[in-house]
């Protein structure tokens, strides 16, 4: 059977979507997910407490594992296309001394928790723990990652981030997907797996009917 042509029905583009064969004009726009995030729900004045302090200090150190992966992807990348050794090595402290002299005042001010919700967003934003990401990108993000974060903050490199097994790793990740949906905090895709719902499932059993 013939195809007949569709006018669209103002300005904006048609786009088509196959099926067996047949073209079908797909004339609406794909929106970014939307997840309805659980109420609130706190046993006690002290656990509210924790968890806004664990809100302040994650929305801010949230932008510099942002940050990371940003530079992460940007360095792997033109690194890939640098075929001589010095260059790759000159293009890797061009990185460093950027970083350094943009974020490493601000780092060294944060706190031992901070350091560490740091180095777990870290993980979470790249896929790599802070410690796997020093060894395999050496020279200026050893001298980086060592010189204003495990160093000052007597910090572990090798933590990963695990809302499933850890109720604080959870309250993380729900406290960034709130921000997002606020506009606190620019959304970035996480480099590790995460399903919201059934994190919530298992730490609130109470959602379970």
């Not at 495990?150 to 959870?170: G, H, M, Q």
């Not at 729900?174 to 895709?189: E, K, M, V």
Request: net charge positive.
């Amino acid at each position: 059977m013939a195809q007949l042509p569709v006018e669209p029905t103002d300005t904006s583009t048609v786009h088509y979507i196959t099926v067996k064969g047949d073209s079908i004009p797909k004339t609406h726009i794909d929106l970014d997910e939307i997840i309805i995030l659980p109420k609130l729900k706190f046993d006690d004045r002290a656990e509210r407490i924790k968890y806004l302090i664990l809100r302040r200090k994650t929305i801010k150190v949230y932008p510099y594992a942002k940050l990371a992966s940003e530079r992460l992807d940007s360095l792997t990348t033109h690194l890939a296309t640098l075929k001589r050794k010095r260059a790759r090595k000159r293009y890797t402290k061009k990185v460093q001394k950027y970083i350094e002299g943009e974020f490493s005042d601000k780092l060294k001010k944060m706190s031992r928790t901070e350091g560490q919700i740091l180095v777990k967003l870290i993980h979470r934003q790249t896929g790599r723990t802070a410690f796997d990401l020093v060894k395999e990108l050496r020279n200026g993000w050893r001298a980086f990652w060592y010189n204003t974060t495990a160093s000052v903050f007597d910090i572990s490199l090798k933590r990963t981030f695990n809302p499933v097994d850890v109720k604080e790793d959870y309250q993380i990740e729900d406290i960034l997907l709130r921000s997002f949906q606020n506009g606190i905090l620019q959304r970035q895709s996480p480099a590790v797996p995460i399903d919201f719902y059934d994190l919530a499932i298992k730490w609130h059993p109470k959602n379970k009917k």
